[in-house]
Structure formats: C-alpha cells, structure tokens
C-alpha cells in the first residue's frame, strides 16, 4: 500500500461546481498534513495546513479523519484558475524530512 | 527577495556524464531539501540538510551526493548519469522550526538523461 494515495483523476468540471478530493495514508503515527497546488510544469505551493477540526480558507476546507487515515479537500464555486494539480502531504513524524507527497489529483475546470 | 532559484532550468546529459543541479535560496532558511518528480508520480525525497556542513540521505538518496558550505546554496551532485535518473529535480527550503512545515520550492530542473 502507498504510503499517500491520492485518486489521480482527472476532475473536469464545470465553472461554479463544487468539487472534493480525497487523500489515504498509511502511516497512523503521522503528524501533520497539507493541500499542495502544482500548477503544469510549476513547483508545487502550499495551499493550505489541515487540522484536525477541519479549516476553512475562503471557497477552500480542509479536513482530516484520523480514524479512517483520510484527508479531504473541498472546492466551492470553481474557478478557472483552480485548474492544477493538488497534492496531499503527510509529514510522518512532524519532522520536516519526512514529507510523503501523494501523487497528485489533476483537476481542469471548464467554462 | 528571489526565494528559492534553481540552475539550470533544462539539461539533457549522455549516459555516464556528471553534473551539479545549484541550488539557492535567500530567506535565511536552515533546512534544505532536493526532491524528484517522476511522471505521475509523487515528489521523492533525496537529500536534506538542516544546517550548512550537515546533511542526510532521503528516500532515494542513490546516484546523488550533496554538499552543504553555506545556508544558501545546497548543490546537488549526479556523478554517473543514468537514463533512471531522468526527472524533475525540486529544491525546497523551509524555516528551521521543527513542526514549522512550510516547504518552498524552486522552479525545478528538468533533467534528461539518454
């Protein structure tokens, strides 16, 4: 089993849609966790932190299930530019050197 | 400031060749790390460093060496180039806090190796 997996899609969905990806981990010690946005051909950015009372950044929420060993992110009112890839990242042992990247949920939003 | 810069952007090497990927960053930044993205896949840890003269195998740390003189730079050696080691390399820094975890990114290295 990997240690982040991710449904690798691709989303294709219209302007204004509501859109959720899910993200598994393995590691039930893990500490931390993270939404990444990597645009094509870009680094990847932090998007933001999950927490384990679930967060909200503008059309964005973050939440975390320790017990099922998921994360979810959720997308409100797409827009064009949430056109990326987004990662989900677990940091196993709240060390910086033990970043596990999941492989990345490809999502295109379509006028 | 520039954040993390990464030279050079695009390379392709022969089979056996050597190179060194630069990395720099100006945020005063302790930990350092180099990744590498396969197609499809997740980013792969290959070294770190969490101070200048101290460094630490990752994940995938074979094929690789680095060095680690100043908080700036942190280059990344490939001494015998292998057509496995064709990907995009990512250089990234981060604050030294421990549990402080975000990572910052270069533009990356596309590395082709035939």
């Known amino acids: 089993r990997k240690e982040v997996e991710q449904d690798p899609g691709p989303f294709n969905v219209p302007e204004g849609a509501t859109v959720a990806f899910n993200c598994t981990y393995s590691n039930s010690a893990s500490q931390s966790f993270f939404w990444y946005r990597q645009d094509c051909r870009k680094e990847p950015k932090l998007l933001m932190s999950v927490y384990s009372s679930g967060n909200e950044d503008g059309r964005f929420t973050a939440q975390l299930n320790r017990a099922s060993q998921y994360i979810s992110l959720l997308i409100r009112d797409s827009k064009l530019s949430d056109s990326a890839t987004y990662l989900c990242v677990v940091n196993i042992f709240n060390n910086n050197n033990d970043m596990r990247f999941g492989a990345g949920t490809r999502l295109t939003v379509k006028p | 400031n520039a954040g993390v810069t990464q030279t050079p952007k695009f390379r392709i090497l022969k089979i056996g060749q050597s190179m060194t990927l630069q990395c720099t960053q100006d945020m005063n930044h302790n930990y350092m790390y180099w990744y590498r993205q396969d197609p499809g896949m997740g980013l792969k840890l290959i070294y770190y460093?969490?101070?200048?003269?101290?460094?630490d195998k990752g994940e995938v740390p074979n094929g690789y060496n680095v060095s680690r003189s100043t908080t700036e730079d942190f280059p990344l050696r490939l001494e015998l180039a292998a057509p496995s080691q064709t990907s995009v390399y990512f250089c990234a820094s981060s604050y030294p806090t421990v549990g402080t975890d975000t990572q910052y990114f270069g533009p990356g290295t596309r590395l082709t190796v035939l």
């Open positions: 460093s969490v101070g200048a003269g101290i460094t």
